[in-house]
Structures are given as structure tokens and as C-alpha cells.
């Protein structure tokens, strides 16, 4: 029974980790095709940088393969290894429900959490509203604000836990020329005190001489920059981001868990479509 635990735990880190990346590293995948695609399926690689959390300086780096598969229709699309599932679409605003989420960070690995609990696996769900300052047709430039509101659940799978609620709403720009397309956001992040208190908190049976005690408050945390890229050639894909994300001012800024004032994230992706159908 643990073995098979292991196992999904595993398969639930490397999917959650999927769904973190490629949401940055590919565009956004109804973009590669035009308007009457129906779905695009593939396998490729990916090689990604990502922090324990935001501030940490221990950095895991993976290089791990991972499906293609793009499916656009009128009130559900998959792209970009996201999901959505639209309540509302026009051409100027499209409302309906979206995720994320992190993936585990064992404590005997990070030297700032040496001694603490693990943290779990955390996914976020919840509604996003895209309003597009123009009108949003494929293969134009497009310029949108997203506004998601995601509520954060940390499990292990014996066990869950409703840990708070987040959002990170962002000015995007969109655009492409030639076979590229390039993608811009920036936007704050904000969430409320149990979800910082999760990943910054330290409670006092935790202090320790270079660790005192830390109770999160809800607010700011943190302003992010993202810089995106995509490139499809018949059937080759290739794409990656760089996401900085300033910790300056966030309310959780003077945790003794926080090692850094800037996050960086990183990540390319490349590839082979096998099967499509337009």
C-alpha cells in the first residue's frame, strides 16, 4: 500500500509540476493553430528552474518529458498544459475556471526549514475573468487583463487541507511575427493570511537560534514580470519563459523562512506533434 502511494504521489508531484511549467513555457497552445483546431497531440521535453517557494534559495531543476495535447472548443480548452472551462466568452471577455498549484518541499532539504514539516502538494482552483482591451482573434496582437481568484488546497493523499485563498491578476500582452509568438505579463500577487502563513509561518515549538517566530498576515506578496516565447514549425514545438517576481514590501518579507527578496523562475519545452486534427 505505501508503494502505491508513493507512486501516486509521485505522478501527482510531476503533473502538478507539469501544469506549473508548461502554463509559462508554452504559449498559449490555441495560438499554434488556427480557429477551427480541433485538438493537437504530441510528446516532448521539458527542463525547468523553479524555487521551493518564493524567497527560498533552494532550487530544484528538472528535466523530465511530457504530453502535448491542445484541445480548443467553445466552452472548454486545454493549452498550454492548463485547463479552463469557460462560463462566459465573447470577444472582449471570457469568464471561467482555472488552476495551478506548487509542488512538495521536504523540509531535510531546505537548511531555511530544517527541523519543520514538509509542505504538501498545493493546488489552486478557482474563476478567472480575461477582459481584452481589444478585440481577442487568433494570430492578433491581444492585450488583456486576467483576473483569477484561486482557492489553495495542500494534500499528500492520505489527508487535505484548505489553506487559503490567492490571486495574481496581470496585464498581458500578446503578439506574434513570423512563426513566433512572445507574450508579456506583469500584475501583483495577493493572498490572505493562512495561505502565507503556510509556507512563512513558524510557530514556536519551530524556533530555533536562527529561526524565530513568524505569524503571516494577509496582503501583498510580491510584484511578477513574465517574459514568454513560443515557436511552431509543421509539427515541432518549441518554447520556454523567464518569470522574475520582486519580494520587496510582501507581508511576508521578514519570515525567517524567506532567504531571498526576488524569486526567479525559468523553463524551455520542445516538442513533436504526431497527431492533429483541424
Not at 487568433?138 to 487541507?161: K, V, W
Not at 521578514?254 to 525559468?266: E, H, I, R, T
Amino acid at each position: 500500500m505505501k508503494f502505491i502511494k508513493k507512486i501516486l504521489k509521485d505522478a501527482m508531484t510531476n503533473s502538478c509540476l507539469t501544469l506549473i511549467i508548461l502554463s509559462s513555457c508554452q504559449a498559449k497552445a490555441q495560438e499554434y493553430v488556427d480557429k477551427h483546431s480541433v485538438w493537437d497531440l504530441g510528446i516532448g521535453i521539458t527542463h525547468y528552474r523553479i524555487p521551493d517557494y518564493n524567497g527560498s534559495d533552494n532550487i530544484t531543476t528538472i528535466t523530465t518529458p511530457f504530453p502535448y495535447i491542445v484541445y480548443t472548443g467553445k466552452f472548454f480548452r486545454l493549452k498550454g498544459g492548463s485547463v479552463q472551462a469557460a462560463l462566459f466568452s465573447s470577444d472582449r471577455l471570457f469568464f471561467g475556471f482555472s488552476g495551478d498549484g506548487t509542488p512538495p518541499v521536504s523540509s531535510d532539504k531546505n537548511s531555511a526549514r530544517s527541523g519543520m514539516p514538509d509542505l504538501d502538494t498545493v493546488l489552486e482552483l478557482g474563476p478567472s475573468l480575461e477582459y481584452y482591451f481589444f478585440s481577442r482573434k487568433a494570430n492578433h496582437p491581444r492585450l488583456f487583463l486576467e483576473l483569477p481568484l484561486r482557492s489553495a488546497i495542500a494534500t499528500d493523499l492520505e489527508s487535505t487541507q484548505h489553506i487559503g485563498w490567492v490571486t495574481n491578476p496581470r496585464l498581458k500582452y500578446h503578439f506574434q511575427t513570423g512563426k513566433w509568438k512572445f507574450r508579456f505579463g506583469i500584475g501583483p500577487s495577493f493572498a490572505n493570511n493562512n495561505f502565507y502563513q503556510y509556507y512563512y509561518g513558524v510557530k514556536p515549538e519551530f524556533v530555533s537560534t536562527a529561526r524565530q517566530a513568524f505569524k503571516a498576515d494577509s496582503g501583498f506578496g510580491g510584484m511578477h514580470y513574465t517574459v514568454g516565447f513560443g515557436w511552431r514549425h509543421r509539427n515541432t514545438y518549441f518554447g520556454g519563459y523567464l518569470r522574475y517576481i520582486d519580494l520587496n514590501q510582501a507581508t511576508y518579507e521578514d519570515s525567517p523562512l524567506v532567504q531571498k527578496d526576488y524569486a526567479f523562475l525559468s523553463g524551455l519545452s520542445l516538442a513533436w506533434i504526431f497527431s492533429s486534427r483541424k
